[in-house]
């Protein structure tokens, strides 16, 4: 069964500092792995999108590692701002498994004052 | 553009009243979906359209009823529904639903329907 694991399930950070979220999957064969932001009660937003032959994509604050052969992920934000509270989901798509999405639970992200 | 428009945003319902979710997108792509997402849970998939024609029916009871009257729309009707159906609708579209490119997935930003 494909499966996604994300870890912390929660975190807490004070503003300005950096944090480091953990994404492991099962699924195979791979196709991409995307990281999504997403706010209470709104639909998630892509932050970067990776294949297997990527290592590390960065978008502004946000930069996403990948280990295809230990089937590991992680996304490292940098100087967090308050807005950057919110859920952060791992989501696996595998080359044979379609339109079928794998999410991870996802990852609690508080920044406070 | 690059969004995939949904409305309304925030919908409550009786559970006598029909109603209708709305989504739209005008980047091309030819597979869309439902989801429906509980708080603190990771969206579940409801409905495939491949093409306009309804591939996947993820054993979503009848009171939802899907729609795709073109490449560009997807509506979601709904009629019946029951407190538990209380959840943010997202909708999502894609190049194509069979996964052997890299396409990306785009959601919406949500529906929040309460049914009281």
């Not at chain 1, 932001?37 to 032959?53: A, C």
């Not at chain 1, 290592?55 to 490292?76: E, F, I, M, V, W």
């Not at chain 2, 439902?34 to 579940?44: C, G, H, I, N």
Request: aromatic share 10%.
């Amino acid at each position: 069964k494909n499966q996604v694991e994300q870890s912390p399930q929660s975190l807490i950070i004070l503003e300005g500092k950096n944090c480091t979220l953990q994404c492991n999957y099962t699924v195979s064969p791979f196709s991409n792995l995307r990281w999504y932001k997403q706010d209470t009660g709104r639909g998630p937003v892509s932050l970067t999108i990776m294949t297997f032959s990527e290592n590390t994509k960065s978008n502004g604050r946000y930069t996403a590692t990948l280990d295809a052969d230990t089937k590991q992920s992680s996304l490292h934000i940098t100087a967090s701002q308050l807005s950057d509270s919110a859920s952060y989901i791992c989501v696996v798509r595998g080359t044979n498994s379609g339109y079928a999405l794998n999410f991870g639970k996802g990852t609690s992200l508080l920044v406070t004052p | 553009d690059t969004e995939v428009t949904q409305t309304p945003k925030h919908l409550v319902m009786g559970m006598t009243n029909k109603k209708s979710l709305k989504c739209e997108q005008h980047m091309g792509h030819r597979a869309m979906y439902w989801y429906k997402q509980k708080a603190k849970k990771p969206p579940e998939l409801m409905f495939v359209y491949s093409y306009e024609k309804l591939s996947i029916n993820e054993s979503v009871p009848s009171r939802f009823s899907p729609e795709c009257p073109n490449s560009s729309l997807l509506n979601l009707h709904l009629h019946a529904l029951q407190p538990e159906d209380s959840a943010l609708y997202l909708c999502a579209s894609s190049q194509d639903s069979s996964g052997l490119f890299n396409y990306g997935y785009t959601f919406g930003s949500g529906t929040r329907l309460t049914v009281v």
